[in-house]
């Protein structure tokens, strides 16, 4: 069995493969400062909710944007999986993509493995939304090359900045508001976020496929991505396995097998 674990700044996936299909994903939030130990407690209990134990793991795939969380991470492979891990980024980890960026190594781990992931299923040109602690807009050209993109706040800082830099302003969960014009404060905050969230999504995607100048299609994907479900205008699929998916093609392009 593979495990795939994808780090964000906010969450932590884990997610494994039994060679035929995805069996488990499991959600942390991310902390820099949990050991190897303690992902392994967290971690055998739920597997075991499924049937599975740590010793099944034969194999393990990494990517992280927090660098700090990698120690642990490859230490949890290596002690409890007895896998050595084959972790996105590093020196001599094929990717078996053309990155046209001015500076090539500007390319997040989790960008990168979007691309792979969106380019096994759909057809390029592709626009690959991702939205976590950042919400990226990723350009993938017809040939499958990465060709840059756009960075914006994510929807939960957004929220965040707002509570912290406003004395009188709570916080509040975000929520899809059935008016766009709030009758009090929660309301109004939620409607401003949501709404002015999903005409960001929308306008810089048509901006993307003005500049672009043909067709292209829009996959969306990140752990608050469901919510946008219907009220984007823009976004052709919603897929929340595309970074597993991509975290599989980067087993596999390395000589990983699941036999």
């Known amino acids: 069995m593979l495990l795939a674990i994808d780090c964000g700044n906010t969450n932590t996936l884990f997610a ?8 488990a994903q499991w959600r ?12 392994a407690v967290w971690l055998s209990q739920l597997m075991s909710l499924q ?8 194999g393990c795939v990494i990517s992280t944007v927090v660098p700090q969380a990698l120690f642990n991470l490859r230490n949890l492979s290596r002690r409890y999986c007895n896998a050595e891990p084959v972790i996105v980024g590093e020196p001599g980890v094929l990717m078996d993509i053309e990155v046209r960026l001015d500076r090539p190594q500007d390319a997040g781990a989790d960008r990168l493995v979007n691309a792979l992931g969106a380019r096994s299923v759909y057809q390029g040109p592709l626009i690959i939304i991702d939205s976590g602690t950042a919400t990226t807009f990723d350009v993938i050209g017809a040939d499958g090359a990465f060709e840059g993109g756009i960075i914006a706040p994510g929807i939960n800082l957004s929220m965040q900045a707002l509570h912290a830099a406003a004395a009188k302003l709570p ?12 009758k009090d404060t929660v309301s109004a905050m939620q409607s401003g976020v949501f709404w ?3 005409d960001l999504i929308d306008g810089l995607v048509n901006r993307l496929k003005t500049e672009w100048g043909a067709p292209m299609t829009v996959v969306a994907t990140g752990g608050v991505v469901s919510l946008f479900e219907g009220a984007s205008r823009t976004i052709d699929h919603y897929d929340g396995d595309l970074t597993i998916r991509g975290l599989m093609e980067v087993w596999k392009l390395n000589g990983g097998s699941l036999d």
């Open 196 to 198: 002015g969230y999903i």
């Open 28 to 39: 942390s939030g991310t902390d820099s400062t949990r050991t190897a130990d303690e992902h």
């Open 51 to 58: 049937g599975f134990k740590l010793s099944d793991i034969t």
């Open 16 to 23: 494994v493969h039994d060679g035929k299909t995805w069996v």
């Open 171 to 182: 916080r509040v969960a975000i929520a899809k508001p059935q008016r766009v014009m709030g």
